[in-house]
């Protein structure tokens, strides 16, 4: 008698998650459900239409420690399939994979086309079955199955691996809270800040390599390029920034003050020394025409401007006071942040299925034996650059295999 499987979603983790399964149970019936219309939808829109498919950090306690929520599950799992195992698995199936300078790593192609595709069709050789336009709305049990209701209709399955992604709202989640499942509520991460009231919006566009941000209040710290938008501020650093700080920011309203230091690590005492070396070359020129740490020069004379320094007077003229808070300034600036900006294609979530309900040896519930969980709609997520598909693809590689504790 054949053995039904049936995957509820159709993004990474449940490609992922029916492709395992019939790596390791090629006699089984694996069917894939999507709800809506559309297939691996967040892998299209990811990397601007690259697809940052996994990070090149091969070490998995290093590996681990990107994750606010679900780092210390994740380094055990990342023993049964990490970064590593990724690259391997899409190049042995003629996808070539490039590490970028920040570590991201992206098909050569350039697009996430090659990606979806290479997915698609591994579970068209395998012989998934994939449903669309299907959404379950409730999970019984049934004897050593389960009855899983869409539409009013019944489907039957003897397992069951849910990668059904994250949600905005807690009812999203109702469906696995009736079959007992704690749910963590959700809330947004990977967001950029909202300045309505601060002026260097006017910079837009403007972009320094490495800013190390701090919220005032909190002990969590961000460090990478930093991007000036016509709403705010965006770029690497502030989205890790938002993913570490999802919650106390939430809970906050999204109203709290950031600090900037526009020249990373650099501290004060170290930029006062550097100042004081340059002063002696820049002699007559004028502060404005030259700066010597580097920065855009539309955010150069926005700082200037900002601490009430003339940028027409030359270097040997700068007094004590002015060079003071110009410094003060470099290492320490201050926003007022007022509101959030979320990629709506691209959200992710902190919340979800709660991480001590899952055997994180196996991916199986703890609650109901027999139900495997894969991806967002775990209570797992991840800074920006790659680490949320790597979790996708390892917990989806894991649930696949329906071991049982």
């Known amino acids: 008698m054949s053995v039904n499987i049936v995957v509820i979603g159709g993004g990474a983790a449940g490609f992922f998650s029916a492709l395992s399964c019939k790596l390791h149970h090629p006699e089984y019936a694996v069917t894939l459900l999507e709800k809506s219309d559309k297939l691996l939808a967040k892998v299209a829109v990811s990397g601007g239409g690259r697809c940052n498919v996994t990070h090149a950090c091969f070490d998995n306690k290093e590996l681990s420690q990107f994750y606010p929520r679900g780092e210390r599950h994740l380094k055990k799992l990342f023993f049964q399939f990490n970064a590593k195992d990724t690259v391997a698995w899409f190049e042995s199936r003629g996808v070539r994979l490039k590490t970028e300078a920040d570590n991201r790593m992206f098909p050569v ?47 039957h399955a003897d397992k069951i691996i849910v990668a059904s992604g994250g949600s905005s709202k807690l009812e999203g989640f109702d469906w696995l ?129 900002k601490n009430e320094v003339d940028a027409t007077i030359p270097w040997n003229q700068i007094g004590k006071k002015s060079q003071n808070k110009l410094i003060n300034t470099l290492v320490n600036d201050a926003y007022k942040v007022k509101g959030k900006t979320t990629f709506k294609e691209e959200f992710v979530t902190c919340g979800g299925v709660a991480l001590n309900e899952i055997s994180f040896e196996t991916m199986e519930s703890k609650i109901c034996p027999g139900i495997y969980f894969a991806g967002e709609v775990l209570d797992i997520d991840a800074v920006t650059g790659g680490f949320n598909f790597q979790a996708a693809w390892t917990t989806g590689f894991v649930a696949g295999k329906l071991e049982s504790r």
């Open 177 to 305: 809270e009736k079959i007992g499942h704690k749910i963590i509520p959700p809330v947004p991460s990977l967001f950029t800040f909202n300045m309505p009231d601060e002026p260097i919006k006017k910079l837009m566009g403007v972009s320094v390599s490495l800013a190390l941000l701090k919220i005032k209040g909190l002990k969590m710290q961000s460090e990478g390029p930093l991007l000036i938008t016509h709403w705010g501020m965006s770029g690497p650093a502030v989205l890790k920034l938002s993913s570490l700080c999802a919650r106390e920011l939430n809970e906050g309203h999204y109203a709290f003050e950031l600090s900037v230091n526009w020249l990373g690590d650099q501290n004060e005492q170290h930029i006062r020394d550097h100042l004081s070396a340059a002063l002696e070359g820049l002699g007559k020129r004028q502060i404005g025409n030259v700066n010597p740490f580097a920065l855009p020069s539309r955010l150069w004379l926005f700082l200037l401007e």
């Open 109 to 155: 192609s350039d697009s996430s086309q090659t990606i979806i595709d290479c997915l698609v069709h591994e579970a068209n050789r395998l012989g998934v079955v994939i449903q669309k336009g299907v959404s379950i709305s409730e999970i019984q049990k049934n004897g050593s199955g389960f009855i899983l209701t869409s539409n009013g209709k019944e489907i």
